[in-house]
């Protein structure tokens, strides 16, 4: 027949179980049109800008006259304002009891599950937010209220991590006390966050500088102290007299200090150190079942650094006792030791110097003496000097030449290397510049017999030992145990673990810290009595005896800061508060003692204050038993990866203590942690005020709204991923806003039984019901908000005709992100209850199975085009929508269909000429 004929017939055929309407679900788009000029360009233009917070004191609905108009106006200040003041007035996000005490005594506990969803502990500086911090509350606050609406009981809370540098710095430099500064900035921080809608427990609210938590700060360092985790040692530190503190090896640049380029000095200062390197076994073997990114359970595992290896004694040559101990992973190299290296803060340094190379040696460690750790290992070039004297090889008996060297740090390890140029590319530079021996005693396994092993660089592979004595044809593996076996017979070393962790330094010789609760006997000379006495007079002659710490008495905690006109550090390292001294000293039973002048970093208020929310008014202990038990461990934690190491890695060890103590049921305390992605500048650059591209969130929110910066932030893509920031983008949001508002006023004018919901709209609401309940669960926000902007589409084509049902279940989902309007339209359905502890969204599995099926049709074994049809669409139906594809019309127009090969849900070819 003619093709003609045919096609006139399929288009008017009108099969059954032909499907016309296109899948629901699209995914978030890569960016929305422009619709709206920068923030700054608003300013200039539009005089009602700023007048957000006057609009939110007032309950009108009026909108300024020139103000833009909005599709039947979206009252968004009004409305925001509004359901913030019900919060607060209901105090809706109380954490619930999860257990009760009846009249007769007996304890009832909650049956529902708990959830304890965590912030990292926001510091409040005087700058306020940035349109990139709400993104980690915005995520935190999204799975609180959607596990309120799953039955979780959620504990939720906020508070501060005031005591720091900046802080002070700011103060000095201003000339205001520091709480002064960090109350306001506090104020200022707690406002943008009330005004972002987060739905904190704010009875929780605390902050690390409040005296009820400083005492129980103390409380710990004392526990800490009486389990012999706390001592004091000599340290060598980066000490900076003109900032006077000190610096981080990572705040020493060329021996100048990163700000302010102030000269540095290495000093050995008297410090409090945590013993954390006692705990690094549990800390590496705590990871395992924790939920974390990966990255961060790697790099707390490379920080922590467990090496198996081989402890070995080199005797220094002409004495009898001194011995240079080293820790090597590749004892099979033992054999090609040439040198060995000394840190130039090595304690041996002086007494295996010659005097000939004395003033050499000397002059070479002052040099390196005010470069930081950091900087020396860093260098290109590695440095070093000839001692001049010599240690005897533990199993050779070889004398080999002790050498001083800036790449071995004093700090890491035993501070001394055997060096193996053979097999040691930073041993391998070193020699090749000093001109020292090399030896090879590796060679590759399978190496042919005659092929050479090149001596232009290091062979740093495992391979088979040669020039070994005994050891020789000895895989790698083998001859590690072989000659560490041997070295353990002949008592010159034996097996060993060593960490690249390193014991906390704990002091820091500022004023705006906690004080640490030690003091110490002060001391006068032979003859003097105390009683006749000051040590607080200029010229009295004292000694403080600062090897015979004193713990504080915990019932005198907690031990608060002096009040101080000048809190400046000054060049002191024992710190501004030794300047205190109506503070420092004071007289107990008729005698003199000092407190200790050092305070705490800003890592100890962090450390434990999860445990602090769970009972923030408890005056008795840190926290209740019961509510730990209740409410431990953490169950969501939520910040950035700057933290993966050092927070994290200070925070377990303090839990891991108490915990060992009996203070806490739960060996970790964060059972599941997530990294929001950094949000750029629109210039792609991290925000900062130099560069000129920090964007403020009052701001945005002055323009759009909140629950648009909150939907924007979490629509932007995926919530781990770094994300540049775009103002103009937030009108796509904010026309989704409008949107469901308008369907919601749709919805709202319709009786209930006015409007039905037909099959395509049942359908589409349920696939939206089930990927945004997926997608909430697994954090995957922007997919979730994109399923909703696809359903808010739907029922927005339906005008007037939008079932209430849809409209009820679109608010029930959108408020998790945007709760300000979810509780408006809630409320505009006629609910008079919050819908903050509604039952979540239930979706009809069987609904959410698609009932079509996309397949390709080809003409004459080429497809031409494609078409959606049910899953049993029988050959007349398939050729029916067939023909209504213009490409494979124009394909067959005017030939004769010669057959047709149909396999439902798999393929349609017809064959034409």
Not at 93 to 107: I, L, N, S, Y
Not at 511 to 534: L, M, S
Not at 640 to 667: I, M, S
Not at 861 to 876: F, H, P
Request: glycine residues 8%; hydrophobic residues 35%.
């Amino acid at each position: 027949m003619m093709i003609a004929r045919i096609a006139t017939a399929f288009r008017s055929s009108s099969s059954a179980g032909v499907v016309r309407h296109r899948a629901a679900f699209g995914t978030a788009p890569s960016s929305f049109s422009i619709a709206t000029k920068s923030i700054g360009t608003h300013r200039q233009q539009r005089p009602w800008l700023n007048t957000r917070r006057l609009m939110s004191e007032t309950t009108t609905q009026e909108t300024p006259d020139n103000a833009p108009a909005g599709p039947k106006g979206y009252p968004f200040a009004n409305i925001e304002s509004k359901w913030q003041g019900y919060w607060k007035e209901n105090n809706t996000f109380a954490t619930p009891k999860r257990r009760t005490v009846q009249e007769d005594g007996t304890v009832v506990k909650s049956t529902k599950k708990k959830k304890y969803v965590l912030d990292m502990f926001p510091y409040p500086s005087g700058a306020g937010l940035h349109v990139g911090h709400p993104e980690g509350y915005t995520a935190s606050d999204v799975m609180s209220r959607y596990w309120r609406m799953t039955n979780h009981d959620v504990l939720h809370p906020i508070g501060w991590d005031s005591f720091g540098l900046p802080a002070e710095q700011y103060a000095i430099n201003t000339g205001t006390r520091p709480e002064i500064t960090t109350g306001k900035n506090i104020a200022n921080f707690k406002r943008q966050l009330q005004m972002l809608g987060f739905s904190y427990d704010w009875e929780k609210e605390m902050a690390t500088t409040d005296v009820d938590y400083v005492k129980w700060t103390q409380w710990i360092f004392l526990q800490l102290y009486k389990k012999g985790l706390a001592t004091q040692a000599s340290k060598a530190v980066n000490w900076c007299p003109e900032l006077g503190t000190v610096l981080a090896n990572e705040e020493v640049i060329n021996g100048l200090s990163e700000r302010g380029d102030f000269p540095v000095e290495r000093l050995p200062l008297r410090q409090w150190t945590l013993k954390i390197t006692e705990y690094a076994d549990r800390l590496e073997a705590g990871l395992e079942g924790l939920d974390w990114p990966s990255g961060t359970m790697t790099a707390q595992a490379q920080w922590i650094g467990k090496s198996t290896g081989t402890e070995i004694d080199f005797k220094v040559d002409g004495s009898e006792d001194e011995k240079i101990t080293v820790f090597t992973t590749r004892a099979d190299t033992l054999f090609g030791v040439t040198y060995v290296t000394l840190a130039p803060e090595h304690p041996l340094v002086s007494a295996v110097t010659s005097p000939d190379q004395k003033e050499e040696v000397d002059t070479y460690v002052t040099k390196t003496s005010s470069r930081s750790d950091l900087d020396r290992t860093s260098a290109k070039e590695k440095t070093g000097v000839f001692t001049g004297g010599y240690a005897i090889h533990p199993l050779t008996k070889e004398k080999v030449p002790i050498w001083v060297g800036d790449y071995v740090l004093g700090s890491y390890g035993t501070g001394a290397v055997m060096a193996v140029p053979g097999h040691d590319d930073r041993d391998f530079e070193f020699a090749t510049k000093f001109g020292l021996d090399v030896k090879w005693v590796v060679e590759p396994a399978k190496k042919k017999d005659d092929e050479e092993v090149s001596t232009e660089e290091a062979f740093t592979a495992l391979g088979v030992n040669v020039n070994s004595g005994e050891f020789d044809g000895m895989k790698t593996n083998k001859a590690k145990k072989a000659i560490t076996a041997k070295l353990e017979e002949s008592s010159a070393g034996g097996p060993k673990i060593t960490y690249k962790l390193r014991d906390w330094v704990f002091s820091r010789q500022r004023y705006w810290g906690e004080p640490i609760p030690i003091y110490f006997p002060v001391e006068f000379p032979e003859g003097v009595d105390a009683k006749d006495v000051d040590p607080k007079d200029e010229g009295c002659d004292h000694t403080i005896v600062y090897d015979s710490p004193i713990p504080v008495d915990e019932a005198d905690l907690p031990l608060e800061l002096p009040e101080m006109e000048d809190f400046s550090p000054g060049d002191d390292p024992a710190g501004c508060l030794a300047r205190a001294k109506d503070w420092r000293y004071f007289q107990k039973d008729g005698k003199w003692f000092a407190r200790e002048t050092n305070t705490m970093p800003q890592w100890a208020g962090s450390c434990w204050y999860y445990f602090r929310f769970l009972d923030p008014k408890n005056t008795e202990a840190a926290f209740s038993p019961e509510l730990d038990e209740d409410w431990m461990p953490v169950d969501l934690y939520v910040g950035g990866a700057e933290h993966a190491v050092l927070h994290l890695l200070y925070a377990r060890f303090w839990h891991q203590v108490l915990f060992d103590l009996g203070h806490t049921k739960h060996p970790e305390p964060f059972q599941k942690l997530v990294h929001q992605g950094m949000i750029l500048g629109s210039d792609g650059e991290k925000m900062s005020k130099s560069r000129g591209n920090v964007v403020n969130p009052d701001d945005i929110v002055d323009v759009h709204g909140a629950d648009a910066l909150r939907l924007y932030e979490m629509f932007m893509g995926p919530l781990e991923a770094v994300k540049p920031w775009q103002t103009s983008q937030v009108s796509g949001v904010v026309r989704f806003l409008n949107k469901l508002y308008n369907v919601v006023q749709s919805a709202v004018q319709n009786d209930d039984d006015s409007v039905k919901m037909d099959a395509e709209t049942t359908k589409i609401l349920h696939k939206t019901m089930k990927k945004v309940t997926e997608d909430v669960e697994s954090m995957s926000f922007n997919t979730a908000i994109s399923a909703m902007m696809v359903l808010t589409n739907h029922l927005t084509s339906l005008k007037d005709k939008v079932p209430r049902e849809a409209a009820e279940k679109l608010a029930l989902m959108v408020s998790p992100f945007a709760p300000h309007i979810g509780e408006e339209c809630w409320n505009l359905l006629g609910h008079t209850e919050t819908l903050a502890y509604h039952p979540w969204v239930e979706y009809d599995e069987a609904l959410c199975v698609d009932n079509t099926v996309k397949m390709g049709v080809q003409v004459n074994g080429k497809k031409r085009g494609e078409i959606e049809i049910s899953k049993d669409a029988d050959q007349e139906g398939a050729m029916a929508e067939a023909m209504k594809v213009t490409s494979v019309f124009n394909q067959l127009d005017g030939k004769d269909v010669k057959k047709i090969i149909y396999v439902p849900g798999r393929i349609l070819n017809i064959v034409a000429k």
